[in-house]
């Protein structure tokens, strides 16, 4: 399965973007990631192929993780952005199964 992830770009504080990310087969439970300059890559969120999802502490309460099955396609809506929230982000399974794509870069100015 490759995995391509879109939709970044450079926003302002306290605007929103979505992510994509589409998969080249059908995915089963699935993940974003992100990595910030210097720093590891770490969970933001996650969901189920029923729609269960998780969000990491930081996203809670701006972020939300959906999915379309018959797309094979994972999104991630975050509003209300921080400059904190500048990263790469990254979709893969919650146990990094794929091979990473590109990524995607937010940045997030004050």
């Known amino acids: 399965v490759q995995l391509q992830a879109s939709g970044g770009g450079l926003v302002q504080a306290g605007e929103s973007l979505r992510l994509s990310c589409a998969a080249s087969?059908?995915?089963?439970?699935m993940a974003w990631f992100r990595q910030a300059p210097g720093k590891q890559r770490d969970v933001v969120a996650t969901?189920?192929?029923?729609?269960?999802?998780t969000h990491a502490d930081a996203v809670k309460g701006r972020f939300t993780i959906s999915r379309d099955n018959a797309k094979n396609t994972v999104y991630l809506q975050m509003n209300s952005l921080k400059p904190e929230d500048t990263a790469v982000y990254y979709c893969?399974?919650?146990?990094?199964?794929?091979?990473w794509g590109q990524g995607t870069l937010v940045t997030v100015s004050s």
């Open positions: 969901i189920t192929r029923s729609g269960s999802a």
């Open positions: 893969n399974s919650p146990f990094r199964s794929y091979s």
């Open positions: 087969g059908s995915v089963f439970s």
